[in-house]
């Protein structure tokens, strides 16, 4: 499953520098190539399962073998062209994955290149960036200054992010040096909200652990330190603000590219088929028999 991830957010990342490259041809026969893919696996697994023959269900003896059905490259190929997708929803998949991860320049781009229109205003993504922006570099009282000019109610109302926002501002005053202040901060700001919440505590705990260690790089908390760390913050915020605007959380790109290997499994049990282990490039391997 990480592996999946991790491949869908290299073809997801790939969409989008193709659609600023100035190759148009090439741009357009890769994702058209990925997205028939897609639609294909998902269309005969749902809708053409009875073309396949059965798999027996009768025990099979030594020596004896299944009897899939091969379908060779060729034809495989020929059954992609016959799926018909129409531009227009291709175009606002690609639109859909540039808005939510946020890339406007590439939105505005594309948007004149395609015609087609985001679903949210694009002066929003650019608000939206800036808050995250902020937490990636550290500056947590900006952030959070920044998403309550935004929406103030986004944080009244998810005391958990809010809560992770302020730890995060501890963990920055931490990696700062400023210790008095974040022992100060930790007791003022965060160990009431701890009294209310078990989990809260725990997680302060944690935080305050990285006080006892004048080299944190022996920490067992060290990882709170890692921008990575950051990074997780500034998406739940993310995810956070897209909710507010009634927006998806992620974009639906890697959860297509999920389908596909999801589907592939469910089609190695009916037939040997050429399959697409190189996502990122859409390429199809022979059958192996």
């Known amino acids: 499953m990480v592996k999946a991830t991790i491949l869908s957010s290299a073809m997801a990342e790939r969409a989008r520098l193709s659609w600023l ?10 994702t058209t190539h990925s997205i028939q893919t897609i639609n294909f696996l998902f269309f005969i697994w749902y809708k053409g399962r009875e073309t396949w023959p059965k798999v027996s269900s009768v ?6 073998s299944s009897s899939k059905k091969m379908i060779t490259k060729e034809d495989w190929e020929k059954k992609l062209s016959d799926v018909k997708l129409r531009k227009e929803d291709m175009n606002k998949l690609v639109m859909n994955f540039l808005v939510t991860e946020g890339y406007v320049e590439a939105a ?6 395609s015609g087609t229109q985001p679903e949210v205003e694009l002066g929003t993504i650019t608000d939206r960036m800036a808050v995250r922006k902020a937490v990636q570099s550290g ?3 900006d952030a959070i200054e920044k998403v309550n000019d935004l929406d103030p109610e986004i944080l009244d109302t998810n005391p958990q992010l809010f809560f992770h926002l302020q730890q995060q501002r501890l963990i ?12 100060e901060f ?3 700001e965060l160990a009431p909200r701890g009294a209310e919440n078990h989990a809260f505590l725990e997680e302060l705990e944690r935080t305050v652990a990285l006080l006892a260690f004048e080299d944190t790089s ?11 760390q950051r990074q997780k913050t500034a ?10 605007q009634s927006h998806e959380k992620d974009p639906k790109l890697p959860s297509l590219l999920k389908m596909l290997i999801w589907a592939q499994n469910q089609l190695d049990e009916k037939a040997s088929y050429p399959h697409i282990n190189d996502l990122v490039n859409a390429t199809l391997e022979e059958p192996v028999a």
């Open 172 to 183: 920055e005053l931490i990696r700062n040096g400023r210790l008095e202040e974040a022992l």
């Open 108 to 113: 505005e781009k594309f948007q004149v290149e």
């Open 235 to 244: 998406s739940e915020l993310n995810a956070a603000i897209l909710t507010s």
């Open 218 to 228: 022996g920490c067992p908390v060290a990882e709170l330190l890692d921008l990575s």
């Open 139 to 141: 500056n947590m009282e």
């Open 186 to 188: 930790a007791q003022e």
């Open 21 to 30: 490259s100035v190759h148009s041809d090439f741009r357009k026969t890769l």
């Open 59 to 64: 025990r099979m003896g030594k020596g004896e």
